[in-house]
């Protein structure tokens, strides 16, 4: 199969699979996110509510350079569980994916969901996340969710 068409394919299952899984969570209605990186948890929170999940970090998509940098390169980040996207790189030896197999490339505003419906298809979770910190895209796939006293448990 064609990148664009296995690509094209795996957005579109993503899409039809996050409608459910924003409603499940009621995704759209948190007005804040904060995300650690040694524990790899996330947390949206609004003045009365908080939900928290685990995630694998999929990459990152520069606004500014137009690059994406997959999390298995990325020197800067210390998340443990980033090496689990090297099963995307792999894939994409066995198919000849360039866009799977090279760390840092340029990209547009679709890349990120993109590589993050191509990782989800590979990896798995729950659900996909994505948090924008000044020009920088950071996506996530959400593994489980998980409590506020785990979260406090894994920090500690």
């Given at each position: 199969?064609?990148?664009?068409?296995?690509?094209?394919?795996?957005?579109?299952?993503?899409?039809?699979?996050?409608?459910?899984?924003?409603?499940?969570?009621?995704?759209?209605?948190?007005?804040?996110?904060?995300?650690?990186?040694?524990?790899?948890?996330?947390?949206?929170?609004?003045?009365?509510?908080?939900?928290?999940?685990?995630?694998i970090p999929v990459g990152?998509?520069?606004?500014?350079?137009?690059?994406?940098?997959?999390?298995?390169?990325?020197?800067?980040?210390?998340?443990?569980?980033?090496?689990?996207?090297?099963?995307?790189?792999?894939f994409g030896e066995k198919?000849?994916?360039?866009?799977?197999?090279?760390?840092?490339?340029?990209?547009?505003?679709?890349?990120?969901?993109?590589?993050?419906?191509?990782?989800?298809?590979?990896?798995?979770?729950?659900?996909?996340?994505?948090?924008?910190?000044?020009?920088?895209?950071?996506?996530?796939?959400?593994?489980?969710?998980?409590?506020?006293?785990?979260?406090e448990k894994i920090e500690?």
């Open positions: 199969m064609k990148y664009e068409k296995y690509a094209d394919k795996a957005c579109q299952n993503l899409t039809e699979f996050q409608k459910k899984f924003r409603k499940k969570y009621d995704l759209d209605n948190y007005q804040n996110w904060f995300y650690n990186q040694s524990s790899e948890t996330l947390r949206l929170y609004s003045e009365n509510k908080e939900i928290y999940f685990k995630y990152t998509f520069s606004q500014k350079k137009n690059t994406w940098l997959w999390a298995w390169s990325n020197k800067n980040s210390v998340e443990p569980r980033k090496l689990r996207t090297l099963a995307v790189k792999e198919k000849s994916y360039e866009n799977l197999m090279n760390d840092h490339f340029d990209g547009d505003n679709f890349t990120g969901w993109e590589l993050t419906s191509i990782a989800f298809e590979i990896i798995g979770g729950i659900g996909t996340y994505r948090v924008i910190s000044d020009d920088l895209e950071k996506y996530f796939l959400l593994t489980e969710k998980i409590t506020k006293e785990e979260v500690s």
